[in-house]
C-alpha cells in the first residue's frame, strides 16, 4: 500500500494519486524560496525520487501530522523547530520551549509553516528534518 494513502489520507487534501502497487513515494514539504529546500528538491529530482510536493507555508502541516511525523521520526520534538527562522527568535522560543508541554509545542508549530524546519521529507519509517546530502542519500539511496 502507497505510504501515503496508508498513514496519512489527509495529506493530500484536494489532490488525488492514483499509484500501482509497490510503488514508493514520499512526502516532501519545503518553503520553495528556501535554499536548502531547492537542493533538497534537486536530490530528490536527480536520483528519480517520487514524491508529493507541499508548501509549508500555504499548507502546514497539522498538529496531528506533526504529531505522526514525531512518532515516526524517534527524535526530540526541538528537531521540528527552525530554530535560526526570525518567528522563532521573535517568539522567544529559546526560553519558551523548555516550559512548554509537548502538546503547547505540537500546537504552536502547526499554527505557521515558518516555524517548522524544513525540508521536512517524510517516509513509511523515518521523517528526516533539514537537508544533509550524506544523510539524505544513506537514508533514501542506500537505505
Do not use: Q
Not at 499554527?111 to 524544513?118: A, E, F, S, W
Amino acid at each position: 500500500m502507497c505510504f501515503l494513502n496508508h498513514y496519512f489520507p489527509f495529506v493530500l487534501k484536494s489532490s488525488i494519486i492514483s499509484l500501482e502497487r509497490g510503488t514508493i513515494m514520499y512526502l516532501f514539504i519545503e518553503y520553495p524560496k528556501c535554499s536548502t529546500c531547492k537542493k533538497a528538491k534537486k536530490f530528490l529530482d536527480d536520483n528519480n525520487i517520487k514524491y508529493v510536493d507541499r508548501n509549508i507555508v500555504t499548507d502546514n502541516p497539522t498538529k496531528n501530522e506533526l504529531k505522526k511525523f514525531l512518532e515516526i521520526s524517534g527524535k526530540d520534538i526541538k528537531t521540528f523547530f527552525n530554530t535560526s527562522g526570525n518567528l522563532y527568535t521573535e517568539l522567544h522560543l529559546k526560553d519558551k520551549l523548555p516550559n512548554m508541554s509537548l502538546d503547547e509545542k505540537l500546537e504552536l508549530l502547526s499554527t505557521d509553516g515558518m516555524l517548522v524546519k524544513r525540508p521536512l521529507l517524510v517516509g513509511d519509517d523515518f521523517v528526516l528534518t533539514g537537508f544533509k546530502d550524506s544523510i539524505w542519500n544513506e537514508v533514501i539511496i542506500n537505505g
